[in-house]
T-cell receptor
Framework: DTEVTQTPKHLVMGMTNKKSLKCEQH?????MYWYKQKAKKPPELMFV???????INESVPSRFSPECPNSSLLNLHLHALQPEDSALYLC??????????????FGDGTRLSIL | AQSVTQPDIHITVSEGASLELRCNYS??????LFWYVQSPGQGLQLLLK??????LVQGIKGFEAEFKRSQSSFNLRKPSVHWSDAAEYFC??????????FGTGTRLQVTL
């Protein structure tokens, strides 16, 4: 069982919908990450939160909005997505802040489909 | 910029045979190196990591990897592959200790 929990596992939404992806970890990790993964490709980094502050935004379109309410939770708010945004969205966490070099632990992801 | 290369896109081995997956990194200083495995529909699971010290690293599921600075390599090995090892394998590094850079992945197929 993964120690990083992502909900929902699957999400289908229209281009005008607003939805949120959720990620939770209780390992005391201080860095949390969002990745996007297309089929047969490696994960692409989207955002990094370190000590609950946004530290990296990889030039992600504003239709993706991250939020870190506390050290255990990470959300990704979605609005007006495009069909090309269909992908597996992975959350990860690591001990210590971003830059510590500690391994990242991944959740099982949310499979997102945009109609 | 740092990069990670996995030369083999797809490898097929027979169950019980040995396995070696290749990984080369470009970062000049000693990198932090990782191997992850991803089964279909799943997230990434950490197999092993190298930070410093002993260049032969033992991981979970019977995997090991050897760091060779002279070859800029961090190849993953397993002496006897099981059918359940069929998955996508990613090598990754955080040479600057800030962002995880993944290789393009190697898909392992195991024949019975």
């Amino acid at each position: 069982d993964t120690e990083v929990t992502q909900t929902p596992k699957h999400l289908v939404m229209g281009m005008t919908n607003k939805k949120s992806l959720k990620c939770e970890q209780h390992m005391g990790h201080r860095a949390m990450y969002w990745y996007k993964q297309k089929a047969k490709k490696p994960p692409e980094l989207m955002f990094v939160y370190s000590y609950e502050k946004l530290s990296i935004n990889e030039s992600v379109p504003s239709r993706f909005s991250p939020e870190c309410p506390n050290s255990s939770l990470l959300n990704l708010h979605l609005h007006a997505l495009q069909p090309e945004d269909s992908a597996l969205y992975l959350c990860a966490s690591s001990q210590g802040g971003q830059g510590s070099g500690q391994p990242q632990h991944f959740g099982d992801g949310t499979r997102l489909s945009i109609l | 910029a740092q990069s990670v290369t996995q030369p083999d896109i797809h490898i097929t081995v027979s169950e019980g045979a040995s396995l070696e997956l290749r990984c080369n990194y470009s970062y000049g200083a000693t990198p932090y190196l990782f191997w992850y495995v991803q089964s279909p529909g799943q997230g990434l699971q950490l197999l092993l990591k190298y930070f410093s010290g002993d260049t032969l690293v033992q991981g979970i599921k019977g995997f090991e990897a050897e760091f060779k600075r002279s070859q800029s390599s961090f190849n993953l090995r397993k002496p006897s592959v099981h059918w359940s090892d069929a998955a996508e394998y990613f090598c990754a590094d955080t040479g600057t200790a800030s962002k995880l850079t993944f290789g393009t992945g190697t898909r392992l197929q195991v024949t019975l």
